[in-house]
């Protein structure tokens, strides 16, 4: 690990100013993935701004009737919130399944959003990767692909993003509320947060320079059965091949999104329209486009038998 510089903020304006003023600066909260990545030297800040002071962590209720979750409440406070329990039992569906519960207590909300792709080329500095270093190339358009995107990747990347809460964050049209460094606060719809890789694979996220976290905002709820199924190569502590997130009524209509299989969490609503007609209609429409190699071709497939299984238990 290299050296840094390190400051604790004292509000949310002060640490947007001081990372954007800062070539190198970087939040730090949880750090569950950041000190990783910094011990491999993928992630090289020369100054960190701690933001685990700003008492960004309650869980409130809003005037629409939704909840404010605050950018700092750890993954375990948001699963076992009574209210998310009862009314968004997909976000806690999808937080258990991630990671560990050592992991989980740390682990905090805005940081669960911004975790960074798990790509075996990524992680690996003596490889070739345009996430890490524009320009360097992609080794993984020529290697081994299985755990990969088959859906909106590009000729420079085809990571996939790792994370579970994201896409049950995506059925439920959460957004993301923020502060810029001149001050200003904006709010982001979930859908519009994370990007897709094109020319630019090294950008994660539509956040500008130094621009914080500091909550995300769930609607009213929306009702129905609230499923999360997640395909892996292990039972625990892996992260997905495919997921699925759903929620669905009892005249066979709905939303869902997959986890697993492109560079964001993949929702195609228009698809959603098929949900009465079954799990292959559904998945023709979202995987249309679909551009997989033959290490991950399966994952087509794979996705439209776990919706036929989350289908099937909702009819149950």
């Known amino acids: 690990m290299r050296s840094f510089t390190y400051e604790r903020a004292r509000s949310?304006?002060?640490a947007a100013a001081a990372v954007a003023s800062r070539r190198g600066a970087m939040f730090l909260a949880g750090g569950t993935n950041l000190?990783?990545?910094m011990k491999l030297e993928i992630e090289t800040p020369t100054h960190l701004v701690d933001v685990q002071d700003l008492k960004l962590d309650a869980i409130e209720e809003t005037t629409e009737g939704g909840l404010r979750i605050g950018a700092l409440a750890t993954n375990t406070a948001v699963a076992a919130d009574a209210r998310i329990r009862r009314d968004y039992s997909v976000l806690t569906r999808?937080?258990?399944?991630?990671?560990?519960?050592?992991?989980?207590?740390?682990?905090?909300t805005a940081g669960n959003l911004l975790q960074r792709t798990r790509c075996p080329y990524f992680y690996d500095t003596n490889m070739p990767c345009n996430k890490r270093k524009p320009g360097s190339g992609c080794a993984a358009l020529g290697g081994y692909s299985r755990q990969l995107a088959v859906i909106g990747s590009s000729d420079q990347c085809i990571a996939t993003y790792p994370g579970d809460m994201a896409v049950a964050l995506r059925v439920l049209d959460a957004a993301v509320e923020t502060v810029k460094?001149?001050?200003?606060a904006r709010t982001i719809p979930i859908a519009e947060f994370h990007r897709l890789p094109g020319t630019q694979p090294q950008r994660d996220n539509s956040l500008e320079r130094g621009e914080l976290i500091t909550a995300v905002t769930l609607p009213r709820p929306i009702g129905g059965r609230h499923f999360?199924?997640?395909?892996?190569?292990?039972?625990?502590?892996?992260?997905?091949?495919?997921?699925?997130?759903?929620?669905?009524?009892?005249?066979?209509?709905?939303?869902?999104?997959?986890g697993g299989v492109a560079h964001k969490p993949w929702r195609v609503e228009a698809a959603e329209a098929a949900l009465p007609l079954g799990a292959p209609a559904v998945a023709a429409q979202v995987f249309a486009d679909a551009q997989p190699t033959e290490d991950n071709k399966f994952k087509i497939s794979l996705a439209e038998r776990t919706l036929a299984s989350v289908i099937a238990q909702a009819r149950s």
């Open 12 to 14: 949310p304006e002060q």
């Open 35 to 37: 000190l990783d990545l």
């Open 94 to 108: 999808a937080i258990v399944a991630g990671a560990s519960g050592q992991l989980r207590n740390k682990a905090t």
């Open 181 to 184: 460094a001149d001050g200003t």
């Open 228 to 258: 999360y199924h997640k395909v892996r190569d292990r039972a625990s502590y892996a992260f997905a091949l495919v997921s699925v997130a759903a929620v669905l009524q009892k005249d066979g209509s709905g939303r869902v999104a997959f």
